[in-house]
């Protein structure tokens, strides 16, 4: 299998533009989460999919972003419009397990927003 | 609700030395334990993971952990390292029950040869 993969790998965006961070979950998996991580504030779980179905999304910061799944085997997150302190990097893991114990990354898309 | 702390931010070691990193938890219910590893420019890889039974978990390239219950602390050790262990380390819970895994803030562990 050649695991979660994301894309693009780097994003360098200016300000107010419109950014979709895209995701390939493992086949098979059930479960799909989206996570940021800056030297701030560390990895912070954005929301969370269980069966295509957004189950938690308290982690998003605010309406500007927004996360879908339409199928089992893609997710995007988008960010409209986006702003400098969004820029970090933004991994997508999925797991087999329910009770999500243990969790495959992907390698992350660096999102830049000048 | 759970949090997670690692206590050290940067470890530097020395080549063939033992380490520990440190992480304890705060939670008033049963919780699962991990570990996980990343690599530069690279996601995160699981380490190790405590779920049940045996309060020392064997993970990969050399690691193990204990879970500490009395303490609420999950350190991580390795009797001898390498400089390819150069990496950063994350403690994480998830809480019995559900889904959301807290990640601590990590631990970057410097390997000089």
């Known amino acids: 299998d050649a695991g979660v993969i994301q894309s693009p790998r780097h994003e360098v965006t200016e300000m107010g533009q419109e950014v979709t961070l895209r995701c390939k979950p493992i086949?098979?998996?059930?479960?799909l989460f989206w996570y940021r991580q800056t030297m701030m504030r560390g990895l912070e779980l954005l929301i969370y999919?269980?069966?295509?179905?957004?189950?938690?999304d308290s982690g998003m910061p605010e309406d500007r972003f927004s996360a879908k799944m339409p199928n089992a085997s893609f997710s995007t997150l988008k960010i409209q419009p986006s702003e400098p302190r969004d820029s970090a990097v933004y991994f997508c893991?999925?797991?087999?397990?329910?009770?999500?114990?243990?969790?495959?990354f992907g390698q992350g898309t660096r999102l830049t927003v000048v | 609700a759970q949090s997670v702390t690692q206590l050290d931010s940067q470890v530097p070691v020395f080549e063939e030395a033992p380490v520990e990193l440190r992480c304890n938890y705060s939670?008033?219910?049963?919780?699962?334990l991990f570990w996980y590893v990343q690599y530069p420019n690279q996601g995160l890889q699981l380490l190790l993971k405590?779920?049940?039974?045996?309060?020392l978990v064997k993970g990969i390239n050399g690691f193990e952990a204990e879970f500490n219950k009395s303490q609420t602390s999950f350190h991580l050790r390795k009797p001898s390292v390498h400089i390819s262990d150069t990496a950063e380390y994350f403690c994480?819970?998830?809480?019995?029950?559900?889904?959301?895994?807290?990640f601590g803030i990590g631990t970057k562990l410097q390997v000089i040869p």
């Open positions: 999919f269980n069966n295509n179905v957004p189950i938690d």
């Open positions: 893991a999925s797991s087999l397990k329910e009770m999500n114990t243990e969790a495959f």
């Open positions: 939670s008033s219910v049963s919780v699962y």
């Open positions: 405590y779920l049940s039974g045996s309060t």
């Open positions: 994480a819970v998830l809480k019995g029950g559900y889904q959301k895994v807290t």
């Open positions: 086949s098979g998996h059930n479960s």
